[in-house]
């Protein structure tokens, strides 16, 4: 969703996306960055997202973060200041602190506000779930909708690289580190099968593939238990998400949107579809969620991946 992916030696690249580029208007002097996976962890790892906010004059609003609905596995390091969760559509509401220096979370079925109370520097790795299950032994169902302590869920070598990634000196060598860890993993560990995951779509498309053949079991029953197992989410709730994701890259890359025309290029059945799942992913109405990326800080995300 940035520019074009690394070349298969580069490993993850640094995508920075200063706040003042033409696709992403000055909101503040936040420092937010976007790394892609090389082509051997495609499969593996969706990116991870850096945001800085030390130095910034952000008010109370700006220092919210709004995310959609997400299959995605994280890991998740605060290098300074904390994050706290918050109800959606309630950024006054009671908030819940982190349980750890370093916290896993799983997919989420629905849109999350997150709210950083100071100045805050911190990374996520976001992992796909089918991945994480073949390098930990994880299953993703057990995991929706939830996020814990680290160090309660993952095993001690993935711990060890939590703490080096912590004490690192800057984020291009947390990089480094990461991808020095996962790599040797994820060659050992990954399926016959696996498939890139650059996109939603493509990704859910492999994973119905991979169930469907897998030895275990061919009937669709069997394929749907599996996709849950390895995913945390059913085919249907996943092209959701993946029909959501094709509408906000089509918005994106056209500048002016016209409703009917996303809807049918996405896959929807008609524009009120397209409205009924954009809120059930993102929370907000496809128009109102369109001027919010352009106009509001907490939006930041969005506009990240834009």
């Known amino acids: 969703m940035v520019d074009a992916p690394a070349s298969p030696e580069q490993g993850l690249y640094t995508a920075c996306m200063p706040l003042d580029t033409a696709a992403a208007p000055t909101l503040s002097t936040a420092v937010n960055r976007l790394w892609l996976p090389r082509v051997s962890l495609s499969a593996c790892v969706r990116g991870v997202m850096g945001r800085d906010t030390r130095g910034a004059a952000l008010s109370d609003a700006q220092r919210l973060s709004y995310f959609p609905a997400s299959p995605l596995c994280t890991l998740s390091w605060w290098f300074e200041g ?16 982190m349980p750890g220096r370093f916290v ?23 992992l796909l779930p089918d991945a994480m299950h073949h390098l ?41 580190l990461i991808e020095d860890f996962l790599e040797p993993r994820w060659q050992a560990a990954r399926p016959h099968l696996a498939l890139a995951g650059h996109r939603y779509g493509d990704w859910a498309q492999g994973l119905a593939l991979r169930a469907a053949t897998s030895s275990a079991g061919r009937s669709l029953r069997q394929m749907e238990r599996r996709i849950k197992q390895w995913a945390g989410q059913s085919m249907r709730e996943l092209r959701c998400i993946a029909r959501a994701e094709q509408a906000f890259l089509d918005v994106a890359a056209s500048g002016q949107p016209d409703w009917a025309a996303v809807a049918a290029s ?32 907490s939006f930041w995300a969005y506009r990240l991946w834009a």
């Open 82 to 97: 904390e994050a706290q969760m918050l109800p959606f559509g309630e950024p006054h509401g009671p908030a819940v602190g």
């Open 104 to 126: 896993f979370g799983g997919p989420y079925r629905g849109p999350s506000l997150w709210r950083n109370p100071g100045p805050t520097h911190g990374m996520m790795l976001l």
């Open 136 to 176: 930990v032994g994880l299953e993703a169902d057990h995991w929706v909708d939830r996020f814990d302590d680290a160090a309660q869920v993952l095993p001690p070598d993935w711990i060890a690289m939590c703490e080096a990634v912590q004490a690192a000196p800057d984020d291009d060598a947390r990089i480094r």
């Open 266 to 297: 996405g896959g929807y059945a008609d524009q009120s579809h397209l409205c009924r799942e954009t809120r059930r992913v993102t929370g907000f109405s496809p128009a109102e969620l369109y001027r919010l990326i352009a106009e509001n800080e």
